[in-house]
T-cell receptor, first 113, second 113 residues
Framework: KAGVTQTPRYLIKTRGQQVTLSCSPI?????VSWYQQTPGQGLQFLFE???????NKGNFPGRFSGRQFSNSRSEMNVSTLELGDSALYLC????????????FGEGSRLTVL | GENVEQHPSTLSVQEGDSAVIKCTYS??????FPWYKQELGKRPQLIID?????GEKKDQRIAVTLNKTAKHFSLHITETQPEDSAVYFC????????????FGTGTRLTVIP
C-alpha cells in the first residue's frame, strides 16, 4: 500500500498570503488528522476529519481550516499567514476514527517570510 | 486539556546499553499512549503503543510500561544500536478521541558506537 502522501513538500509564502496543503491518506483509511510541528512547540494537534466531517479541533485560530473530500483526501488552509506559521505540517491517517494508530506523511514544510 | 511532559530531552548511551525515556500525563481520561520515532528529516513513525487496560507491552527490544495511578509511562530500549538514534516522542490521547494526540517535547537519543 502506498503511504500517506502530502503535497507540496516545501513552499515559501509571504506574510498575509494564504496557503492550501493537500493530503492523500493510505487507501482504505477514512480518518485524517493534521498536526503542526515546530522546534518551540513540538507537535500540536490541528484537527481531525472522518467521513468529510470535522470530529475534533485543536487550539488554533480560525485562520486554520480544513476539509475532507468523499475520497478521504484532505486539505488544510491557512489564511493571512504570519511568521509564526512557519512549520512542518504533518498529515496522519488511520483506518477508523478514534483508533489512535496514526500513520504520518512526510509533511509539508511551510516557510513564511 | 491534556499536558504531557517528557524527560530527558537528550540522552546518550553506548551501543548495547539500555535507554529509558519517561513521560507523565495530566488527564486521567487519556486511554491511549503511543510512542513515535522521528529520524532527521523523516516522518514520525509509530514504534509501540499501549492502552490503559494494559500495564506493559513488549516488541523485541522495545517495551513500554504504564502506571495509570501515577499517570506516567515509559519507553525502554534494550541492546541499543546506532540505528536507534533519533528523536522519540511520547503521546497521550485527548478526551475527544484517540486520534487527537498530545505529544511530549521529544527526546533526542544518540547511540554511540
Amino acid at each position: 500500500k502506498a503511504g500517506v502522501t502530502q503535497t507540496p513538500r516545501y513552499l515559501i509564502k509571504t506574510r498575509g498570503q494564504q496557503v492550501t496543503l493537500s493530503c492523500s491518506p493510505i487507501s482504505g483509511h477514512r480518518s485524517v488528522s493534521w498536526y503542526q510541528q515546530t522546534p518551540g512547540q513540538g507537535l500540536q494537534f490541528l484537527f481531525e476529519y472522518f467521513s468529510e466531517t470535522q470530529r475534533n479541533k485543536g487550539n488554533f485560530p480560525g485562520r486554520f481550516s480544513g476539509r475532507q473530500f468523499s475520497n478521504s483526501r484532505s486539505e488544510m488552509n491557512v489564511s493571512t499567514l504570519e511568521l509564526g506559521d512557519s512549520a512542518l505540517y504533518l498529515c496522519a491517517s488511520s483506518e477508523i476514527a478514534g483508533s489512535g494508530e496514526l500513520f504520518f506523511g512526510e509533511g509539508s514544510r511551510l516557510t513564511v517570510l | 486539556g491534556e499536558n504531557v511532559e517528557q524527560h530527558p530531552s537528550t540522552l546518550s548511551v553506548q551501543e548495547g546499553d539500555s535507554a529509558v525515556i519517561k513521560c507523565t500525563y495530566s488527564d486521567s481520561a487519556s486511554n491511549y499512549f503511543p510512542w513515535y520515532k522521528q529520524e532527521l528529516g523523516k516522518r514520525p513513525q509509530l514504534i509501540i503503543d499501549i492502552r490503559s487496560n494494559v500495564g506493559e507491552k513488549k516488541d523485541q527490544r522495545i517495551a513500554v510500561t504504564l502506571n495509570k495511578t501515577a499517570k506516567h509511562f515509559s519507553l525502554h530500549i534494550t541492546e541499543t544500536q546506532p540505528e536507534d538514534s533519533a528523536v522519540y516522542f511520547c503521546a497521550a490521547s485527548g478526551e475527544t478521541g484517540a486520534n487527537n494526540l498530545f505529544f511530549g517535547t521529544g527526546t533526542r537519543l544518540t547511540v554511540i558506537p
